[in-house]
């Protein structure tokens, strides 16, 4: 007779504990009750995690090496790289904008691949030890600030944004910087945290921090204190100007909705569709979804449990992409800086944008979604 292994996992999310089997290629395992995926196999997933993790390391240095946009208008030029764009925010006294660019577009992306290939070159050479264990832990936490997709994405946006002002010259970094975008894309989906949790559980076993009454509360009341003031904070971020625009001495300001209509006036309505939507339609529904899903779990309501659970997951995952706007400003403004022929300059509102997304993703993790399954004190452990 044929025995099938099953290895025990317990989703994060619901915490039911699930016997998995061991998967073929490409198949994976969903919990019955939530709909997460606990975990999903591809063959020779580590190599390959290897392979992708490496070379987006390499394109991530090359793409620091040469400049990454040039823009020419009125007879005069500016090209820029990255590192160079970061200084001119810096100068333009947004010294911590620029470092809030720096760190979610190369540091943090370059350290979770970094740590990745780490982990997986142990699995293929060595054994597990205390120091993967570690790496492991921060790969986890790194992850969810990593936003080098976002940053790509914005850049496309600015090109569109100042195409109709001037030309603009893509430079070799720019494609190096796609190429390892794909590489971190591609990296992070053969990379399956659940088989490199089993690798590591005799060294670094998997901590289930225990629902109890007071952990419920702490979290149900952290959530609505940072949801109140990612709120707070939204205000300013829409009265404010985002950016100013000096064009031939004229200082024009521009708030995120006054960005949003003026590009749908010139006519380029999927660029105005997509900040509108990251901007203002994402924010604000992740506030309404948090205060909702917060609101039903302190009620301990016991109804549409997997609808609540899969709006959850959407919220998680579609957040930190509001960020699209923030690095659009960074890249005008490291872009566009021709004394008073043209240039543009961070307006007040983009930091108070930018803590409104990070607070409403630290919200996000703060929010217990255990507490959608588990409704009454006698299911507390």
């Known amino acids: 007779?044929?025995?099938?292994?099953?290895?025990?996992?317990?989703?994060?999310?619901?915490?039911?504990?699930?016997?998995?089997?061991?998967?073929?290629?490409?198949?994976?395992?969903?919990?019955?009750?939530?709909?997460?995926?606990?975990?999903?196999?591809?063959?020779?997933?580590?190599?390959?995690?290897?392979?992708?993790?490496?070379?987006?390391?390499?394109?991530?240095?090359?793409?620091?090496?040469?400049?990454?946009?040039?823009?020419?208008?009125s007879g005069q030029q500016n090209a820029m790289d990255l590192i160079d764009g970061l200084i001119t925010?810096?100068?333009?006294?947004?010294?911590?904008?620029?470092?809030?660019?720096?760190?979610?577009?190369?540091?943090?992306?370059?350290?979770?691949?970094?740590?990745?290939s780490v982990l997986?070159?142990?699995?293929?050479?060595?054994?597990?030890?205390?120091?993967?264990?570690?790496?492991?832990t921060w790969v986890k936490r790194l992850m969810p600030w990593s936003m080098a997709e976002i940053f790509l994405v914005g850049t496309l946006v600015s090109l569109i944004k100042i195409t109709s002002l001037a030309d603009v010259t893509l430079g070799m970094s720019f494609y190096a910087y796609i190429l390892f975008t794909v590489c971190y894309a591609?990296?992070?989906?053969?990379?399956?945290?659940?088989?490199?949790?089993?690798?590591?559980e005799?060294?670094?076993?998997?901590?289930?921090?225990?629902?109890?009454?007071?952990?419920?509360?702490?979290?149900?009341?952290?959530?609505?204190?940072?949801?109140?003031?990612?709120v707070l904070l939204y205000i300013p971020a829409n009265i404010f100007p985002i950016m100013h625009t000096n064009l031939?001495?004229?200082?024009?300001?521009?708030?995120?909705?006054?960005?949003?209509?003026?590009?749908?006036?010139?006519?380029?309505?999927?660029v105005a569709s997509v900040i509108f939507i990251a901007s203002v339609v994402v924010p604000v529904a992740k506030l309404l979804a948090l205060a909702w899903l917060n609101f039903t779990v302190q009620k301990r309501d016991r109804r549409n449990q997997v609808g609540r659970a899969i709006s959850y997951r959407i919220t998680e995952l579609v957040g930190r992409w509001s960020m699209i706007d923030v690095f659009v400003v960074a890249i005008l403004v490291a872009l566009i800086q021709l004394g008073n022929t043209m240039s543009i300059y961070p307006g007040s509102a983009v930091i108070a944008f930018c803590a409104v997304?990070?607070?409403?993703?630290?919200?996000?993790m703060t929010f217990d979604s255990r507490l959608i399954w588990y409704t009454s004190t006698e299911h507390y452990e």
Not at 186 to 200: A, G, S
Not at 263 to 270: N, V
Not at 357 to 364: G, K, L, Q, R, S
């Open 357 to 364: 997304v990070f607070i409403t993703m630290i919200a996000a």
């Open 186 to 200: 591609v990296t992070l989906l053969y990379f399956d945290r659940e088989e490199t949790q089993n690798w590591l």
């Open 120 to 136: 997986q070159l142990q699995r293929l050479y060595a054994s597990p030890s205390y120091f993967s264990g570690r790496v492991f």
């Open 248 to 270: 031939l001495g004229n200082n024009e300001p521009s708030t995120i909705i006054g960005g949003v209509r003026l590009l749908w006036e010139a006519g380029s309505y999927p």
């Open 202 to 230: 005799h060294i670094q076993p998997e901590i289930h921090t225990p629902l109890t009454q007071q952990s419920a509360t702490y979290s149900i009341q952290r959530t609505w204190a940072l949801l109140f003031t990612a």
């Open 89 to 116: 925010l810096s100068n333009n006294d947004y010294t911590s904008l620029a470092v809030i660019t720096g760190l979610a577009t190369l540091v943090l992306p370059g350290s979770v691949l970094l740590c990745i």
């Open 1 to 73: 007779m044929l025995v099938v292994m099953k290895s025990i996992i317990r989703c994060e999310h619901c915490q039911l504990s699930v016997a998995v089997p061991k998967l073929e290629h490409r198949e994976r395992a969903i919990c019955p009750r939530c709909g997460f995926q606990l975990t999903a196999h591809r063959r020779n997933a580590v190599e390959n995690t290897v392979a992708f993790s490496l070379a987006g390391l390499v394109f991530l240095v090359l793409s620091l090496l040469f400049d990454f946009l040039s823009f020419k208008a």
